[in-house]
């Protein structure tokens, strides 16, 4: 290839960069490309370990991998591994863009770690599975106020299209077509799709008294939403309010869950996607499918929810002869 001297009187400069603005800017775009939720824990993470670093007199900027791995140790009983993990991404992010990188596979945080999942284990704790036939039992609890209206809209949209927490009350009423096959969900943005890209899911009509479809529009007719937010408060004397939190989803399930007779402790907003992935492989669905629904990257996640279905397929106590 031939590559053609450019004329010195050919080149036009550009305007004077804004070094200070662009530098601004980049750190912005460095700070969303993480999940808002995520940064906020990075946030509170980090400064834990500053007032630990404080306290104790240690060098935090940059700090000494040995620092590091006294204060994973120091938080052993405290925190879970999860949890610790977590904090550890933390303060290496802080490094990194304080331009002090951190190696977290020095023996002194690596082996830390190691001795800290092997103590305490890796499984995690899970909220229970809200099957179809608990799910029943929720829905057993709403009568014809609004407020009921709504929370069965909820936990049926919810578990039909397998939705997050985050996903459920950020739905818009532009995000929901009804259609004759059912309902046609959008869903912008979520925890697995920070760029947006969004995906469509797909809600089947049932015809039963446990209908997402016509429960949905059941709320939507109820409540008088034309736009803006589907899920929304509802106050004790049946006028709408802002748009449910995510916490509220959780106390919306758990607060159904304590009148249907069952530990309310037991469960948490994931209850409804956990329910739903749980009863699909119960039933014989796919993987494949149920990944489709769910949305979820990590086919190791689903097979979890798919061995919890099958636990009980067949009772081999009894057929050994017991």
């Given at each position: 290839?031939?590559?053609?001297?450019?004329?010195?009187?050919?080149?036009?400069?550009?305007p004077?960069?804004?070094?200070?603005?662009?530098?601004?800017?980049a750190?912005?775009?460095a700070?969303?490309?993480?999940?808002q939720n995520?940064?906020?824990?990075?946030?509170?993470?980090?400064?834990?370990f500053t007032t630990?670093?404080?306290?104790?007199?240690?060098?935090?900027?940059?700090?000494?991998?040995?620092?590091?791995?006294?204060?994973?140790a120091?938080?052993?009983?405290?925190?879970?591994?999860?949890?610790?993990?977590?904090?550890?991404?933390?303060?290496?992010?802080a490094?990194?863009m304080?331009?002090?990188?951190?190696?977290?596979?020095h023996?002194?945080?690596?082996?830390?770690m190691?001795?800290?999942?092997?103590?305490?284990?890796?499984?995690q704790d899970?909220?229970?599975?809200?099957?179809?036939?608990?799910?029943?039992?929720?829905?057993?609890?709403c009568s014809?106020?609004?407020i009921?209206?709504?929370?069965?809209?909820?936990?049926?949209?919810?578990?039909?299209?397998?939705?997050?927490?985050s996903?459920?009350v950020?739905?818009?009423?532009?995000d929901?077509?009804?259609?004759?096959?059912?309902?046609?969900?959008?869903?912008?943005?979520?925890?697995?799709?920070?760029?947006g890209?969004?995906?469509?899911?797909?809600?089947g009509?049932?015809?039963?008294?446990t209908?997402p479809?016509a429960?949905?529009?059941?709320w939507?007719?109820?409540?008088?939403?034309?736009?803006?937010?589907?899920?929304?408060?509802?106050?004790?004397?049946?006028?709408?309010g802002?748009?449910l939190?995510?916490?509220?989803?959780?106390?919306?399930?758990?607060?159904?869950?304590a009148?249907?007779?069952?530990d309310?402790?037991?469960f948490?907003?994931?209850?409804?996607r956990?329910?739903?992935?749980?009863?699909a492989?119960?039933?014989?669905?796919?993987?494949?499918?149920?990944?489709?629904?769910?949305?979820?990257?990590?086919?190791?996640?689903?097979?979890?929810?798919?061995?919890?279905?099958?636990?009980?397929?067949?009772?081999l106590?009894?057929e050994?002869?017991?």
């Amino acid at each position: 290839m031939i590559i053609l001297p450019v004329p010195a009187d050919a080149i036009v400069p550009g305007p004077a960069l804004d070094l200070e603005g662009l530098a601004a800017r980049a750190a912005g775009l460095a700070e969303g490309a993480r999940a808002q939720n995520t940064r906020k824990a990075y946030r509170s993470d980090w400064a834990h370990f500053t007032t630990w670093c404080t306290a104790h007199s240690l060098e935090l900027l940059p700090a000494a991998p040995a620092t590091v791995g006294l204060y994973l140790a120091a938080h052993e009983t405290a925190l879970s591994v999860a949890t610790l993990t977590r904090r550890l991404s933390a303060i290496a992010v802080a490094h990194r863009m304080a331009g002090h990188p951190m190696d977290t596979r020095h023996p002194a945080i690596r082996d830390v770690m190691r001795g800290l999942r092997r103590a305490k284990g890796v499984a995690q704790d899970h909220a229970e599975a809200l099957t179809v036939p608990l799910l029943r039992r929720l829905l057993a609890t709403c009568s014809d106020r609004l407020i009921d209206v709504r929370d069965r809209a909820l936990l049926l949209v919810g578990f039909g299209a397998a939705l997050r927490r985050s996903e459920l009350v950020g739905l818009e009423h532009a995000d929901v077509a009804i259609v004759p096959e059912g309902l046609r969900v959008t869903i912008r943005r979520s925890k697995g799709d920070q760029e947006g890209e969004g995906a469509v899911i797909a809600v089947g009509r049932t015809g039963s008294e446990t209908c997402p479809a016509a429960a949905y529009a059941g709320w939507i007719a109820a409540a008088g939403i034309s736009d803006g937010a589907v899920f929304r408060g509802v106050t004790r004397h049946g006028h709408l309010g802002p748009r449910l939190s995510t916490d509220a989803v959780a106390e919306i399930v758990q607060r159904r869950a304590a009148a249907a007779g069952l530990d309310p402790a037991s469960f948490s907003g994931h209850s409804m996607r956990a329910g739903f992935a749980t009863s699909a492989a119960l039933v014989g669905i796919e993987e494949r499918l149920i990944m489709r629904q769910t949305r979820h990257r990590s086919a190791q996640t689903v097979r979890r929810y798919i061995r919890e279905g099958e636990l009980f397929a067949r009772n081999l106590t009894a057929e050994v002869g017991l």
